[in-house]
Structures are given as C-alpha cells and as structure tokens.
C-alpha cells in the first residue's frame, strides 16, 4: 500500500478524507464498493488550544469509512459515509459514543451535448477535532481559523443543468443551499448562517471565435448574529469571449449588482456597475494572463488587478499570480497566489501560497493568507515519511471589528505497510494559535499512531 505519492499541503495526520480514503483503489468503472477503517491513539499536550493548558488529553478513535460508485460512459455516481466511535480522556472529564458523521453524495450525468450535476453533504462534528487547513480545501466551512471549540453542523445541497453545450444556443441553471450551526461555542465571530442562491444563463456562440452569454443570480444571506442580518444580492451580467487568434483568448463581462441588507437597525443598499477583464495568451510551455475585476458587496465597492504565470515543468507544475486590491474601506492590499508541485524518482514536493481579500460570516472584510509546504520520501518500497507545515492568518482589511487570527501546524509522520493490507503511521503534531480576541497565544504538542486499511470489491 506505500507508494510514490504526493505529500500531504495541509498539514494534518495522514488519515484519508471521507472523500477518497475509502476508495483504496479508484473506480475504473461499474458498481464498486470502497472501505477504509482506521485505528489512531493520539496523544496531547493541550488538545483544545487554550491560551492556559488544562492539562493532557487522550483520545482513541475508530473510524469507519465507506463508498459506493457506480460509474458508466455518461453517468458517474458516489456515495460516501463515515462515522468515528471515539473514547477520550480530556483534562477534567472524558467522553465516548459515535461522533463525525459525515454523509455525502456526488451524481453527474454528461450527454455530450447536456451535463446535470447534484451533490449534498451532512457533517455534524466537533470543531476541536478540525483540521482548518485541511477543512478549508474540502469542506465549505467559514472562519475555519477561529478558536472558540463547539460543534459544527453543516448542510449543503445543490444542483446545475447545462444544455446545448454544441449548439448555437445554450442554458444553464443552477440551485445551491449552504447552512451551518453552531453549539456551544465560545467566539463571537462564530454565529448560525444560510445561504441559498440560484443562478441562470443563455449563451450564444455568434461565430467560430466568439460566443456571449447572459446571466442573473439571486444570493439569500441570513446570520443570527447580534444584529439579525438577512441580505439578498442580485447580479445581472453580460459577458463575451472572444478568440482574438489562436494563442489569444479575451473574457470580457459586464454588470450590475443590487445589495439590500436588513438589520435590526434598519435597511441599508448598494448597487453598481461591477466588470471583469481577462486576457490569456497560450504559450509553448503554458500560459499568461492579466485580469482586472471590479465588483460591489455589502461594504461596498473593490477592485483588482493581477498578473499571472502558468508552466508545464518537465517533472512537475508551477502556476504564479500576483496583483492589488482596492478594498471598499479604500485601502490596498497586496494579493497573489502560487502553486508548485515536484514529482521526483521518490520524493514529492509542494508549495502552496494564497493571499486574497474577503468578506466573513460578520460582513468584514478580511485578508486571508495561506502558506502550506509538504514533502514527501519514499524509503522502500514498504516505508516512507510525510511532513508537512501549514501557515495561516486572518486580518482586518480596514477598520473593521475582525479578529486576527493565525495559526500554524506541523506534522511528520512515519508510514509502514506491515502487511499488503495495512498500514501502520506514527507522528507527531505541533500546533499554534493566535488570536487577538484571546487572552493569550496557545500551543499544542502531539503524537499520534495509527492502523488502517483500504479494500474494495465489486458486487
């Protein structure tokens, strides 16, 4: 079971995701059935990240994975499940029982001509036990940096229609619902929102070289914070993309966008004018691109501006963008983002770096920067070691009432297939938190061992 494979960016214990984990071995086609279960002893210093440690913790998880994917020429179905049956010691009391459930599904149907795409996923966990590296790239999750423990509970479903992809004229629908909750938590950032949004278009391909489009969205936003906030946002677009010549691609789009918010103080709008730009040129070894974005929020109006790199390395990949933001408190900020990944005889290496602006669940805008390293050595071919550093930090982009927050986490580990089977992973985890709505900076040291296996059988 130990291969040649990437090492892990987010820095978390190499336990496989709901998602993949149990599907040891890819769906090439067919029914198939996919299960992983895994046994992890881990050990911690300050389990929680409190600014004072309560003491140590202890906790034992059993967790069992399973997949089922049926997969055709024009329909690929999967079906995802997992659920841990936790024993644990904490400082002060302990707990056990089934915890994490976490359900999921994924159906997609392409024609050629038409696709229809339908997803859902249930998770209600404990945010203790939260990767939010590792949640930031699966899960969508806000304020996944933040502290303030409790449990999470999210939903989300949606669906997307596409027709007349090589027609003249072609449409598209679309339906998302996104909902999370939270209990006992004690950070005031962290408050029970939903979203629903709907989204239509029309696209005409006038020649060979250009085709326009057409499009209106809805976004329903509620939060139950201290100001009962309910907003909806419409957008209404006209774009089009034109083949300026075989290696020179022009997206150009055009809009308004309406704001209405309501509060318990009263109902405050804003509207615009919002457009995008992007030129891309195809190069022998990738491409190049500069775009500019303009687009209007609850805060207001901001504005970007980047320049970007895509290269096809003869061992590996390197895509790199840099730019400015113009946030609505008038401010610049400096955005970008980098991804490299290297595929050597037995080792990988990644990088990944990410700075851009956003709006959180509270309506301040923040800039999030992420910085993520792994690598990854394969000793034998029974043996290898992951490690891994994750680097991330939350601030106001302005003079908003946001948190900074930053974290860090290490983790390396040690994987042994000790039989064809199963694998047995060692490791130890360091983690930091700082925050500035916090009485101090906490830090967290762990060690962790692990027995999993992956099998799958088609029925």
């Known amino acids: 079971?130990?291969?040649?494979?990437?090492?892990?960016?987010?820095?978390?214990?190499?336990?496989?995701?709901p998602q993949t984990a149990a599907a040891g071995t890819a769906s090439t086609g067919g029914l198939q059935v996919d299960v992983n279960v895994e046994s992890k002893v881990t050990y911690d210093d300050n389990f929680g990240l409190d600014p004072v440690s309560p003491g140590d913790s202890a906790v034992f998880d059993n967790t069992?994975?399973?997949?089922?994917?049926?997969?055709?020429?024009?329909?690929?179905?999967?079906?995802?499940a997992s659920g841990v049956f936790r024993?644990?010691?904490f400082a002060g009391n302990s707990a056990s029982g089934f915890e994490d459930p976490d359900v999921r599904f994924r159906y997609r149907r392409d024609t050629g001509n038409s696709v229809l795409t339908a997803y859902g996923r249930f998770r209600d966990v404990d945010r203790d036990f939260l990767d939010p590296f590792l949640v930031e790239q699966v899960d969508p999750i806000s304020n996944a940096l933040l502290g303030?423990?409790?449990?999470?509970?999210?939903?989300?479903?949606?669906?997307?229609?596409?027709?007349?992809?090589?027609?003249?004229i072609g449409f598209n629908l679309s339906v998302d619902h996104d909902e999370q909750t939270y209990t006992n938590v004690t950070d005031p950032n962290l408050v029970d929102n939903r979203t629903d949004q709907a989204a239509a278009g029309v696209s005409m391909r006038v020649s060979p070289v250009t085709q326009l489009r057409l499009g209106a969205s809805i976004d329903d936003y509620s939060a139950d914070d201290t100001v009962q906030t309910d907003r909806r946002t419409l957008d209404y677009t006209l774009g089009v993309t034109q083949e300026i010549n075989p290696v020179l691609l022009l997206d150009a789009q055009i809009g308004w966008t309406d704001v209405e918010t309501d509060t318990i103080f009263g109902t405050a709008t804003r509207d615009g004018i919002t457009g995008s730009l992007k030129l891309t040129k195809v190069m022998t070894n990738g491409t190049a691109f500069v775009s500019a974005d303009s687009s209007i929020n609850e805060n207001g109006r901001t504005q970007t501006l980047r320049f970007?790199?895509?290269?096809?390395?003869?061992?590996?990949?390197?895509?790199?963008?840099?730019?400015?933001?113009d946030s609505p408190s008038g401010e610049v900020f400096v955005i970008g983002s980098l991804a490299y990944g290297q595929q050597l005889r037995n080792s990988t290496v990644t990088v990944a770096v990410d700075r851009g602006l956003s709006t959180d669940t509270l309506s301040n805008d923040v800039i999030d920067t992420r910085v993520r390293l792994g690598y990854g050595y394969i000793i034998d071919s029974v043996s290898r070691i992951n490690m891994s550093l994750a680097w991330g930090q939350s601030e106001p982009a302005g003079t908003n009432t946001a948190p900074t927050v930053t974290r860090t986490t290490f983790n390396a580990s040690y994987s042994r297939a000790i039989t064809q089977d199963w694998d047995l992973t060692g490791g130890v985890v360091l983690r930091d938190l700082q925050d500035s709505g916090a009485s101090g900076d906490a830090r967290s040291n762990a060690v962790f061992l692990s027995l999993d296996r992956d099998f799958s059988f088609r029925p």
Not at 1 to 13: D, K, L, N, Q, S
């Open 1 to 17: 079971m130990i291969g040649v494979t990437p090492a892990p960016v987010a820095a978390t214990a190499p336990t496989a995701t």
């Open 64 to 80: 069992l994975r399973f997949g089922v994917s049926n997969i055709t020429e024009i329909d690929d179905f999967r079906l995802d």
């Open 87 to 89: 024993f644990a010691d």
């Open 148 to 168: 303030g423990g409790g449990r999470i509970k999210t939903k989300t479903y949606g669906a997307a229609l596409q027709t007349g992809i090589n027609d003249p």
């Open 308 to 325: 970007g790199r895509d290269l096809q390395l003869p061992t590996g990949t390197f895509s790199a963008s840099l730019g400015a933001a």
